[in-house]
């Protein structure tokens, strides 16, 4: 697996028209409205289900105390929202399969 890039946006875009006969313009707005659909949900609801692929979730990190790598001295990093992607069962076992 090392030494293979990942494929790119307009691979991806190719890959979809071919194997459903669009043109890529079309297949490029449809991942183009997955990700922005995706966005306003996960920001509206909190989260956001991809059937097959996973879940985009918004977390809560609380406040807690860090190091400075570089000087050593104790720092308070500050809480935050991130967000996290769960990625599906099916999707990891797909993946990596349990022995």
Do not use: W, Y
């Not at 050593?72 to 991130?82: M, S, T």
């Amino acid at each position: 697996m090392a030494g293979r890039k990942p494929l790119t946006k307009s691979q991806i875009v190719s890959h979809f028209a071919k194997k459903f006969d669009l043109k890529k313009k079309v297949a490029g707005s449809i991942i183009d409205e997955i990700a922005a659909l995706a966005i306003a949900e996960t920001k509206k609801a909190g989260s956001f289900i991809l059937p097959g692929i996973g879940k985009l979730v918004i977390s809560n990190r609380k406040a807690r105390m860090g190091f400075n790598p570089a000087t050593g001295e104790q720092i308070k990093i500050p809480a935050k929202r991130v967000v996290k992607m769960r990625l599906a069962k099916a999707c990891k076992d797909a993946i990596i399969p349990k022995k």
